[in-house]
Protein backbone atom coordinates (compact mmCIF):
# COMPACT_ATOMS: atom_id res chain seq x y z
CA UNK A 1 0.00 0.00 0.00
CA UNK A 2 2.66 1.99 0.88
CA UNK A 3 4.82 1.84 -2.49
CA UNK A 4 1.81 2.73 -4.50
CA UNK A 5 1.19 5.33 -2.50
CA UNK A 6 4.60 7.05 -3.22
CA UNK A 7 4.38 5.68 -6.82
CA UNK A 8 1.31 7.53 -7.70
CA UNK A 9 2.92 10.75 -5.47
CA UNK A 10 5.79 10.07 -7.63
CA UNK A 11 3.65 10.17 -11.00
CA UNK A 12 1.59 13.07 -9.59
CA UNK A 13 4.45 15.21 -9.34
CA UNK A 14 5.98 14.46 -12.44
CA UNK A 15 2.65 15.36 -14.21
CA UNK A 16 2.48 18.50 -11.63
CA UNK A 17 5.58 19.99 -12.31
CA UNK A 18 5.80 19.60 -16.16
CA UNK A 19 4.86 21.96 -18.33
CA UNK A 20 1.25 21.49 -20.64
CA UNK A 21 3.15 22.28 -23.84
CA UNK A 22 3.78 18.45 -23.97
CA UNK A 23 3.53 18.79 -28.06
CA UNK A 24 7.11 20.02 -27.85
CA UNK A 25 10.52 19.38 -26.12
CA UNK A 26 12.80 21.93 -24.15
CA UNK A 27 15.19 23.86 -26.07
CA UNK A 28 17.63 22.49 -27.48
CA UNK A 29 21.47 23.93 -27.46
CA UNK A 30 21.67 24.37 -30.73
CA UNK A 31 18.19 26.76 -30.07
CA UNK A 32 20.05 28.05 -26.78
CA UNK A 33 22.83 29.25 -28.27
CA UNK A 34 20.69 31.41 -30.52
CA UNK A 35 18.96 33.11 -27.89
CA UNK A 36 22.79 34.25 -26.44
CA UNK A 37 23.66 34.86 -29.47
CA UNK A 38 20.86 37.28 -30.33
CA UNK A 39 21.02 39.14 -26.86
CA UNK A 40 24.49 39.41 -27.24
CA UNK A 41 23.55 41.37 -30.95
CA UNK A 42 21.04 43.53 -29.44
CA UNK A 43 23.26 44.14 -26.57
CA UNK A 44 25.76 45.18 -28.94
CA UNK A 45 23.63 47.26 -30.81
CA UNK A 46 22.65 48.89 -27.71
CA UNK A 47 26.36 49.90 -26.98
CA UNK A 48 28.02 50.29 -30.64
CA UNK A 49 27.78 51.96 -33.50
CA UNK A 50 27.95 49.89 -36.35
CA UNK A 51 30.61 48.75 -37.17
CA UNK A 52 32.35 49.06 -34.22
CA UNK A 53 32.70 52.41 -32.24
CA UNK A 54 31.81 52.41 -28.90
CA UNK A 55 29.00 54.40 -27.26
CA UNK A 56 30.28 56.13 -24.53
CA UNK A 57 27.61 55.50 -21.79
CA UNK A 58 27.65 57.36 -18.19
CA UNK A 59 27.09 54.11 -16.27
CA UNK A 60 28.45 52.53 -13.30
CA UNK A 61 30.69 50.02 -15.25
CA UNK A 62 33.00 53.32 -16.35
CA UNK A 63 33.67 53.59 -12.63
CA UNK A 64 34.65 49.78 -12.11
CA UNK A 65 37.21 50.27 -15.36
CA UNK A 66 38.71 53.27 -13.63
CA UNK A 67 39.71 51.47 -10.78
CA UNK A 68 40.77 48.47 -13.35
CA UNK A 69 43.38 50.88 -14.63
CA UNK A 70 44.25 52.07 -11.12
CA UNK A 71 45.45 48.25 -10.44
CA UNK A 72 47.35 48.26 -13.48
CA UNK A 73 48.97 51.01 -12.34
CA UNK A 74 50.18 49.45 -9.49
CA UNK A 75 47.24 50.86 -7.18
CA UNK A 76 45.45 48.55 -4.92
CA UNK A 77 42.13 48.81 -3.12
CA UNK A 78 42.15 50.47 0.85
CA UNK A 79 45.10 51.25 0.62
CA UNK A 80 45.42 53.41 -2.32
CA UNK A 81 42.14 54.25 -3.13
CA UNK A 82 38.66 53.77 -1.65
CA UNK A 83 36.70 50.70 -2.59
CA UNK A 84 33.42 49.86 -0.67
CA UNK A 85 32.68 46.73 -2.67
CA UNK A 86 35.03 43.90 -2.53
CA UNK A 87 37.32 44.14 -5.72
CA UNK A 88 36.35 41.35 -7.72
CA UNK A 89 35.18 43.60 -10.99
CA UNK A 90 37.96 46.00 -10.63
CA UNK A 91 39.97 42.85 -11.14
CA UNK A 92 38.10 41.69 -13.86
CA UNK A 93 38.69 45.13 -15.48
CA UNK A 94 42.78 45.28 -14.69
CA UNK A 95 42.77 42.00 -16.43
CA UNK A 96 41.16 42.91 -19.91
CA UNK A 97 42.53 46.04 -20.42
CA UNK A 98 45.95 43.86 -19.50
CA UNK A 99 45.14 41.71 -22.26
CA UNK A 100 43.14 43.71 -25.23
CA UNK A 101 43.86 47.30 -23.71
CA UNK A 102 42.66 50.28 -22.63
CA UNK A 103 39.60 51.19 -24.91
CA UNK A 104 36.39 52.06 -24.64
CA UNK A 105 34.84 49.07 -26.46
CA UNK A 106 35.78 46.38 -23.45
CA UNK A 107 33.36 47.68 -20.78
CA UNK A 108 30.62 47.45 -23.53
CA UNK A 109 31.68 44.06 -25.22
CA UNK A 110 32.07 42.63 -21.36
CA UNK A 111 28.04 43.59 -20.90
CA UNK A 112 27.15 42.03 -23.95
CA UNK A 113 28.61 38.55 -22.86
CA UNK A 114 27.54 38.97 -19.54
CA UNK A 115 24.19 39.20 -21.03
CA UNK A 116 24.63 36.29 -23.14
CA UNK A 117 26.38 34.38 -20.67
CA UNK A 118 22.87 34.90 -18.42
CA UNK A 119 20.53 34.23 -20.79
CA UNK A 120 22.59 30.78 -21.13
CA UNK A 121 22.16 30.13 -17.49
CA UNK A 122 18.32 30.64 -17.38
CA UNK A 123 17.36 28.66 -20.34
CA UNK A 124 19.25 26.16 -19.02
CA UNK A 125 17.30 26.40 -15.99
CA UNK A 126 14.15 26.82 -17.51
CA UNK A 127 14.50 23.64 -19.91
CA UNK A 128 14.88 21.23 -16.91
CA UNK A 129 11.55 21.85 -15.63
CA UNK A 130 9.48 22.88 -18.82
CA UNK A 131 9.24 21.98 -21.93
CA UNK A 132 7.87 24.36 -25.39
CA UNK A 133 7.51 28.23 -24.92
CA UNK A 134 7.71 28.31 -21.61
CA UNK A 135 11.23 27.15 -21.52
CA UNK A 136 12.38 30.37 -23.67
CA UNK A 137 10.23 32.63 -22.01
CA UNK A 138 12.74 33.61 -19.74
CA UNK A 139 15.60 34.59 -21.97
CA UNK A 140 12.83 36.98 -23.79
CA UNK A 141 12.08 38.64 -20.75
CA UNK A 142 15.65 38.98 -19.85
CA UNK A 143 16.27 40.46 -23.62
CA UNK A 144 13.65 43.48 -23.23
CA UNK A 145 12.64 43.92 -19.73
CA UNK A 146 15.32 43.36 -17.54
CA UNK A 147 18.17 44.70 -19.94
CA UNK A 148 15.90 47.89 -20.32
CA UNK A 149 17.91 49.70 -17.10
CA UNK A 150 20.98 47.02 -16.53
CA UNK A 151 23.10 47.59 -19.61
CA UNK A 152 25.94 48.17 -17.23
CA UNK A 153 28.61 45.63 -16.79
CA UNK A 154 28.94 45.79 -12.94
CA UNK A 155 29.61 43.88 -9.93
CA UNK A 156 25.63 42.97 -9.97
CA UNK A 157 25.94 41.15 -13.47
CA UNK A 158 29.34 39.53 -12.36
CA UNK A 159 27.91 38.33 -8.83
CA UNK A 160 24.48 37.19 -10.18
CA UNK A 161 26.07 34.49 -12.79
CA UNK A 162 28.48 33.12 -10.07
CA UNK A 163 25.02 32.62 -7.73
CA UNK A 164 23.15 31.15 -10.95
CA UNK A 165 26.17 28.94 -11.63
CA UNK A 166 25.93 27.79 -8.25
CA UNK A 167 22.50 27.03 -7.90
CA UNK A 168 22.68 25.06 -11.52
CA UNK A 169 25.33 22.79 -8.97
CA UNK A 170 23.17 21.81 -6.71
CA UNK A 171 19.85 21.32 -8.42
CA UNK A 172 20.16 17.59 -9.47
CA UNK A 173 22.12 16.41 -6.09
CA UNK A 174 24.08 17.81 -3.36
CA UNK A 175 27.05 15.46 -3.06
CA UNK A 176 29.79 16.57 -0.98
CA UNK A 177 31.91 17.69 -4.09
CA UNK A 178 28.94 19.70 -5.44
CA UNK A 179 28.26 21.44 -2.54
CA UNK A 180 32.02 22.29 -2.53
CA UNK A 181 31.66 23.35 -5.78
CA UNK A 182 28.89 25.68 -5.25
CA UNK A 183 30.60 27.29 -2.03
CA UNK A 184 33.52 28.24 -3.90
CA UNK A 185 30.68 29.82 -6.73
CA UNK A 186 29.86 31.66 -3.55
CA UNK A 187 33.05 33.12 -2.82
CA UNK A 188 33.21 33.93 -6.15
CA UNK A 189 30.74 36.32 -5.65
CA UNK A 190 31.25 37.91 -2.55
CA UNK A 191 34.11 38.78 -4.09
CA UNK A 192 32.04 40.71 -6.51
CA UNK A 193 29.10 41.74 -3.99
CA UNK A 194 29.86 41.12 -0.37
CA UNK A 195 26.25 41.45 0.55
CA UNK A 196 24.59 39.36 -2.24
CA UNK A 197 27.83 36.41 -1.37
CA UNK A 198 26.41 36.71 2.17
CA UNK A 199 23.11 36.58 1.82
CA UNK A 200 23.46 33.67 -0.94
CA UNK A 201 25.61 31.51 1.62
CA UNK A 202 22.48 31.85 4.16
CA UNK A 203 19.94 30.82 1.35
CA UNK A 204 21.96 28.05 0.70
CA UNK A 205 21.92 27.04 4.34
CA UNK A 206 18.52 27.34 4.41
CA UNK A 207 18.07 24.94 1.21
CA UNK A 208 20.21 22.63 2.50
CA UNK A 209 18.50 22.27 5.68
CA UNK A 210 14.81 22.35 3.92
CA UNK A 211 15.74 20.32 1.51
CA UNK A 212 17.52 17.31 3.71
CA UNK A 213 14.31 17.23 4.86
CA UNK A 214 12.11 16.47 2.63
CA UNK A 215 14.45 13.57 1.50
CA UNK A 216 12.66 10.01 3.29
CA UNK A 217 15.59 7.92 2.89
CA UNK A 218 17.62 10.15 4.84
CA UNK A 219 15.25 10.70 7.71
CA UNK A 220 17.00 9.55 10.33
CA UNK A 221 20.72 11.46 9.90
CA UNK A 222 19.39 14.51 7.65
CA UNK A 223 19.90 16.76 10.46
CA UNK A 224 23.76 15.97 10.67
CA UNK A 225 24.15 15.06 7.04
CA UNK A 226 22.66 19.15 6.40
CA UNK A 227 25.04 20.58 8.89
CA UNK A 228 28.01 18.81 7.69
CA UNK A 229 27.11 20.25 3.79
CA UNK A 230 26.82 23.48 5.59
CA UNK A 231 30.14 23.18 7.05
CA UNK A 232 31.59 21.92 4.02
CA UNK A 233 29.60 24.94 2.11
CA UNK A 234 31.21 27.65 4.42
CA UNK A 235 34.62 26.54 4.04
CA UNK A 236 34.58 26.20 0.46
CA UNK A 237 33.29 30.16 0.12
CA UNK A 238 36.06 31.25 2.82
CA UNK A 239 39.01 29.60 1.37
CA UNK A 240 38.22 30.85 -2.20
CA UNK A 241 37.18 34.27 -0.98
CA UNK A 242 40.22 34.55 0.94
CA UNK A 243 42.40 33.76 -1.93
CA UNK A 244 41.25 36.12 -4.25
CA UNK A 245 40.87 39.23 -1.63
CA UNK A 246 43.60 38.08 0.75
CA UNK A 247 46.44 40.33 -0.84
CA UNK A 248 44.10 43.62 -0.76
CA UNK A 249 43.53 42.41 3.22
CA UNK A 250 47.05 42.35 4.36
CA UNK A 251 47.92 45.01 1.99
CA UNK A 252 45.62 47.59 3.29
CA UNK A 253 45.27 45.91 6.98
CA UNK A 254 42.01 43.87 8.60
CA UNK A 255 40.96 47.17 10.38
CA UNK A 256 40.75 49.22 7.64
CA UNK A 257 39.57 46.85 5.32
CA UNK A 258 36.57 45.60 7.72
CA UNK A 259 36.15 49.18 8.11
CA UNK A 260 35.42 49.74 3.80
CA UNK A 261 33.88 46.44 3.22
CA UNK A 262 31.40 46.23 6.48
CA UNK A 263 31.35 49.22 8.32
CA UNK A 264 31.04 52.00 5.46
CA UNK A 265 28.02 50.51 3.59
CA UNK A 266 26.47 49.35 6.88
CA UNK A 267 26.74 53.21 8.13
CA UNK A 268 27.19 55.53 5.41
CA UNK A 269 26.24 53.86 1.81
CA UNK A 270 22.51 55.15 2.43
CA UNK A 271 23.64 58.36 3.17
CA UNK A 272 23.04 59.35 -0.75
CA UNK A 273 19.37 59.73 -2.03
CA UNK A 274 19.96 57.22 -4.68
CA UNK A 275 21.24 54.65 -2.13
CA UNK A 276 18.49 53.96 -0.19
CA UNK A 277 14.79 53.78 -0.14
CA UNK A 278 14.01 57.05 -2.02
CA UNK A 279 16.54 55.79 -5.01
CA UNK A 280 13.71 54.47 -7.33
CA UNK A 281 11.59 57.68 -7.25
CA UNK A 282 14.45 59.69 -7.93
CA UNK A 283 15.23 57.18 -10.92
CA UNK A 284 11.74 57.29 -11.79
CA UNK A 285 11.76 60.98 -12.38
CA UNK A 286 14.71 61.01 -14.22
CA UNK A 287 14.02 58.68 -16.59
CA UNK A 288 12.00 59.17 -19.90
CA UNK A 289 10.08 57.83 -22.36
CA UNK A 290 7.28 55.28 -22.72
CA UNK A 291 9.05 52.30 -21.67
CA UNK A 292 9.59 53.54 -18.37
CA UNK A 293 5.65 52.78 -17.65
CA UNK A 294 6.42 48.84 -18.87
CA UNK A 295 9.52 47.96 -17.38
CA UNK A 296 9.76 49.74 -14.52
CA UNK A 297 6.62 48.60 -13.17
CA UNK A 298 6.87 44.65 -14.36
CA UNK A 299 9.84 44.61 -12.32
CA UNK A 300 9.21 45.82 -9.27
CA UNK A 301 5.83 43.54 -9.14
CA UNK A 302 7.04 40.91 -10.68
CA UNK A 303 10.20 39.65 -8.59
CA UNK A 304 8.96 39.78 -5.52
CA UNK A 305 5.21 38.96 -6.18
CA UNK A 306 6.84 35.98 -7.94
CA UNK A 307 8.63 34.53 -5.09
CA UNK A 308 5.04 34.95 -2.75
CA UNK A 309 3.17 33.50 -5.45
CA UNK A 310 6.14 30.28 -5.47
CA UNK A 311 5.53 29.95 -2.12
CA UNK A 312 1.97 29.71 -1.59
CA UNK A 313 1.59 26.97 -4.17
CA UNK A 314 4.83 25.54 -2.10
CA UNK A 315 2.33 25.59 0.95
CA UNK A 316 -1.07 24.63 -0.87
CA UNK A 317 0.47 21.43 -2.29
CA UNK A 318 1.79 20.30 1.26
CA UNK A 319 -1.72 20.64 3.03
CA UNK A 320 -3.15 18.58 0.10
CA UNK A 321 -0.14 15.91 0.49
CA UNK A 322 -0.90 16.20 4.13
CA UNK A 323 -4.53 15.87 3.68
CA UNK A 324 -4.56 12.91 1.10
CA UNK A 325 -1.68 11.30 3.49
CA UNK A 326 -0.31 11.01 0.11
CA UNK A 327 3.73 11.74 0.14
CA UNK A 328 5.43 14.27 -2.38
CA UNK A 329 8.34 12.94 -3.99
CA UNK A 330 11.32 15.56 -3.81
CA UNK A 331 12.21 15.24 -7.48
CA UNK A 332 14.76 17.32 -8.97
CA UNK A 333 12.36 19.65 -10.77
CA UNK A 334 11.11 20.28 -6.81
CA UNK A 335 14.51 20.52 -5.69
CA UNK A 336 15.54 23.31 -8.58
CA UNK A 337 12.29 25.31 -7.64
CA UNK A 338 13.02 25.18 -4.29
CA UNK A 339 16.28 26.34 -4.82
CA UNK A 340 15.44 28.93 -7.30
CA UNK A 341 13.36 30.32 -5.18
CA UNK A 342 15.78 30.66 -2.00
CA UNK A 343 18.38 31.97 -3.89
CA UNK A 344 16.17 34.59 -5.79
CA UNK A 345 14.78 35.59 -2.53
CA UNK A 346 18.24 36.01 -0.95
CA UNK A 347 19.64 38.06 -3.77
CA UNK A 348 15.94 40.06 -3.69
CA UNK A 349 16.74 40.34 0.18
CA UNK A 350 20.35 41.74 -0.37
CA UNK A 351 19.56 44.41 -2.61
CA UNK A 352 16.21 45.67 -1.23
CA UNK A 353 17.59 48.62 1.14
CA UNK A 354 18.64 50.27 -1.88
CA UNK A 355 16.23 49.33 -5.01
CA UNK A 356 16.61 50.73 -7.78
CA UNK A 357 15.98 49.08 -11.51
CA UNK A 358 19.64 48.57 -12.15
CA UNK A 359 19.60 46.54 -8.81
CA UNK A 360 16.42 44.36 -9.11
CA UNK A 361 16.87 43.60 -12.86
CA UNK A 362 20.07 42.09 -11.92
CA UNK A 363 18.64 39.73 -9.35
CA UNK A 364 15.47 38.84 -11.34
CA UNK A 365 17.19 35.94 -13.55
CA UNK A 366 15.63 33.11 -10.95
CA UNK A 367 12.28 35.29 -10.53
CA UNK A 368 11.48 35.21 -14.55
CA UNK A 369 12.47 31.12 -14.61
CA UNK A 370 9.60 30.89 -11.23
CA UNK A 371 7.31 33.35 -13.32
CA UNK A 372 7.56 31.12 -16.47
CA UNK A 373 7.03 27.68 -14.75
CA UNK A 374 4.01 29.19 -12.54
CA UNK A 375 2.25 29.95 -15.97
CA UNK A 376 2.83 26.75 -17.82
CA UNK A 377 0.75 25.60 -14.50
CA UNK A 378 -2.35 27.73 -15.79
CA UNK A 379 -3.55 25.76 -19.15
CA UNK A 380 -4.42 27.77 -21.87
CA UNK A 381 -4.68 31.10 -20.15
CA UNK A 382 -1.29 31.02 -18.64
CA UNK A 383 -0.05 30.22 -22.34
CA UNK A 384 -1.48 33.12 -23.87
CA UNK A 385 -0.14 35.30 -20.89
CA UNK A 386 3.55 33.66 -21.52
CA UNK A 387 3.44 34.39 -25.53
CA UNK A 388 1.94 37.96 -24.92
CA UNK A 389 4.96 38.84 -22.43
CA UNK A 390 7.50 37.09 -24.62
CA UNK A 391 5.84 39.49 -27.54
CA UNK A 392 6.43 42.44 -25.38
CA UNK A 393 9.61 42.27 -24.26
CA UNK A 394 11.31 41.04 -27.57
CA UNK A 395 9.06 44.57 -28.92
CA UNK A 396 10.69 46.49 -26.04
CA UNK A 397 14.35 45.35 -27.04
CA UNK A 398 13.91 46.09 -30.53
CA UNK A 399 12.66 49.34 -29.47
CA UNK A 400 15.78 49.95 -27.89
CA UNK A 401 17.82 49.22 -30.39
CA UNK A 402 16.44 51.31 -33.08
CA UNK A 403 16.11 54.24 -30.45
CA UNK A 404 19.81 53.95 -29.88
CA UNK A 405 20.50 53.49 -33.52
CA UNK A 406 18.83 56.70 -34.67
CA UNK A 407 19.37 58.90 -32.06
CA UNK A 408 21.89 61.52 -33.19
CA UNK A 409 25.00 61.12 -32.55
CA UNK A 410 28.37 62.44 -32.29
CA UNK A 411 31.76 61.59 -32.90
CA UNK A 412 34.81 62.68 -30.58
CA UNK A 413 38.21 61.27 -30.94
CA UNK A 414 40.07 60.57 -27.32
CA UNK A 415 42.98 59.14 -26.22
CA UNK A 416 41.35 55.76 -25.98
CA UNK A 417 40.15 55.73 -29.51
CA UNK A 418 37.01 57.14 -31.37
CA UNK A 419 33.81 56.85 -29.50
CA UNK A 420 30.21 57.67 -30.03
CA UNK A 421 28.72 60.38 -27.37
CA UNK A 422 24.91 60.61 -27.48
CA UNK A 423 24.47 64.00 -25.74
CA UNK A 424 25.48 67.18 -27.53
CA UNK A 425 26.50 69.00 -23.87
CA UNK A 426 28.87 66.17 -23.17
CA UNK A 427 30.11 66.04 -26.46
CA UNK A 428 31.07 69.47 -26.12
CA UNK A 429 33.05 68.92 -22.54
CA UNK A 430 35.18 65.75 -24.07
CA UNK A 431 36.18 67.97 -26.91
CA UNK A 432 37.08 70.92 -24.61
CA UNK A 433 38.77 68.44 -22.77
CA UNK A 434 40.79 66.71 -25.00
CA UNK A 435 42.15 70.02 -26.13
CA UNK A 436 43.20 71.14 -22.91
CA UNK A 437 44.45 68.15 -21.52
CA UNK A 438 46.95 65.53 -21.90
CA UNK A 439 47.00 61.77 -21.10
CA UNK A 440 48.90 60.90 -17.85
CA UNK A 441 47.92 64.75 -16.26
CA UNK A 442 46.36 64.49 -12.39
CA UNK A 443 43.15 65.42 -12.69
CA UNK A 444 40.14 65.73 -10.07
CA UNK A 445 36.32 65.89 -10.72
CA UNK A 446 33.86 64.56 -12.63
CA UNK A 447 34.79 60.46 -12.82
CA UNK A 448 32.91 59.76 -16.47
CA UNK A 449 36.17 61.53 -17.71
CA UNK A 450 38.96 59.83 -16.14
CA UNK A 451 39.15 57.11 -18.20
CA UNK A 452 38.52 57.98 -21.47
CA UNK A 453 41.23 60.90 -21.20
CA UNK A 454 43.38 59.07 -19.66
CA UNK A 455 43.86 60.86 -16.74
CA UNK A 456 44.99 60.23 -13.41
CA UNK A 457 43.62 61.01 -10.21
CA UNK A 458 45.66 61.95 -7.35
CA UNK A 459 42.90 60.96 -4.37
CA UNK A 460 41.76 57.83 -2.62
CA UNK A 461 38.00 58.70 -4.08
CA UNK A 462 36.36 59.36 -7.46
CA UNK A 463 34.22 62.78 -6.74
CA UNK A 464 33.32 64.36 -3.03
CA UNK A 465 29.56 62.73 -1.96
CA UNK A 466 27.05 64.78 0.19
CA UNK A 467 25.33 64.31 3.18
CA UNK A 468 27.78 62.38 5.03
CA UNK A 469 28.76 60.04 2.28
CA UNK A 470 31.91 61.45 2.03
CA UNK A 471 33.78 60.97 5.17
CA UNK A 472 36.24 63.72 6.95
CA UNK A 473 39.48 61.60 6.66
CA UNK A 474 38.59 61.33 2.59
CA UNK A 475 37.64 64.71 2.61
CA UNK A 476 41.58 65.23 4.02
CA UNK A 477 42.87 62.69 1.88
CA UNK A 478 41.48 64.91 -1.36
CA UNK A 479 42.92 67.79 -0.30
CA UNK A 480 46.06 66.55 0.63
CA UNK A 481 46.44 64.52 -2.74
CA UNK A 482 45.90 68.11 -4.85
CA UNK A 483 48.16 69.74 -2.53
CA UNK A 484 50.91 67.20 -3.31
CA UNK A 485 50.38 66.77 -7.20
CA UNK A 486 49.66 70.57 -7.60
CA UNK A 487 46.77 68.96 -9.54
CA UNK A 488 46.63 71.45 -12.51
CA UNK A 489 42.41 71.41 -13.20
CA UNK A 490 39.22 70.01 -11.67
CA UNK A 491 35.90 69.52 -13.06
CA UNK A 492 33.32 70.37 -11.00
CA UNK A 493 29.32 69.74 -10.83
CA UNK A 494 28.81 72.37 -7.67
CA UNK A 495 25.57 72.54 -6.44
CA UNK A 496 24.45 75.22 -3.71
CA UNK A 497 24.56 74.67 -0.68
CA UNK A 498 21.46 74.48 1.92
CA UNK A 499 21.12 74.12 5.40
CA UNK A 500 20.30 70.05 4.80
CA UNK A 501 23.79 69.66 3.89
CA UNK A 502 25.41 70.73 7.08
CA UNK A 503 26.45 66.83 7.68
CA UNK A 504 28.20 66.59 4.25
CA UNK A 505 31.94 67.18 5.54
CA UNK A 506 32.93 68.90 2.40
CA UNK A 507 33.47 72.04 3.50
CA UNK A 508 37.39 72.05 3.90
CA UNK A 509 37.43 70.95 0.28
CA UNK A 510 35.71 73.77 -1.16
CA UNK A 511 37.67 76.02 1.06
CA UNK A 512 40.72 74.47 -0.46
CA UNK A 513 39.25 74.89 -4.54
CA UNK A 514 38.31 78.05 -3.66
CA UNK A 515 41.98 79.18 -2.11
CA UNK A 516 43.62 77.57 -5.04
CA UNK A 517 41.90 77.12 -7.87
CA UNK A 518 39.93 79.72 -10.11
CA UNK A 519 36.37 78.96 -12.33
CA UNK A 520 37.44 79.45 -15.53
CA UNK A 521 34.59 77.96 -17.90
CA UNK A 522 31.06 76.55 -17.49
CA UNK A 523 29.61 73.79 -19.70
CA UNK A 524 25.89 73.69 -19.99
CA UNK A 525 25.26 70.63 -18.35
CA UNK A 526 26.44 72.49 -14.78
CA UNK A 527 29.80 71.51 -15.08
CA UNK A 528 32.60 73.68 -13.99
CA UNK A 529 36.28 73.96 -14.88
CA UNK A 530 38.20 75.00 -12.17
CA UNK A 531 41.92 75.47 -12.63
CA UNK A 532 44.91 76.15 -10.40
CA UNK A 533 45.83 79.52 -10.07
CA UNK A 534 49.93 79.73 -10.27
Known sequence: MIVEKVTAANEESRSAY????????????????????VTFVVCCLRSFVPPHTPLLLWGDQLGYATKGVRILGGELPYRDFFEFLTPGTDLVYALLFRCFGITMWVPNLTMAALAAVATLGITWSARRIMQGWFAVL??????????????????????????MAAVSLLCQRTTLVRVAAAGALCGIAASFTQSKGAAIVAGLFVYLLWSSRLEPSRAGNHL??????????????TLVFAAINGRFILAAGIRPWAHDVIVYPLRYFGRVD???????GLEWRERSGVLKWICSPFLYLSVPLTYLWFFAEWSFSKDRSRSTQTPIA???????????????????????????????????PPAMV???????????SGLTCAKLLGAVSVVIAAGQVVAVQTHPKHLVTLPVGTVAIPSADNAELYRW??????????????PPLTLPLELRNPTPIESPGPAGYSRPDQIAAVVQGLERTQTPMLILRRSPRTQADKDDNLQPFFDYVDAHYQKTRRFAPGDEVWQRVR
Open 370 to 380: LLAWLLSRRGP
Open 224 to 237: RRALTLCLVLLLAA
Open 138 to 163: PALLLLGFVLFGSLDATHHWFSTIAV
Open 433 to 446: MAENTHPGQWYFGL
Open 274 to 280: TNNWRGA
Open 330 to 364: FNPQRRQLLLLAIAGSAMLAAVSPALSIRRISCVS
Open 18 to 37: RSPDRETTSPSRRTMALLAA
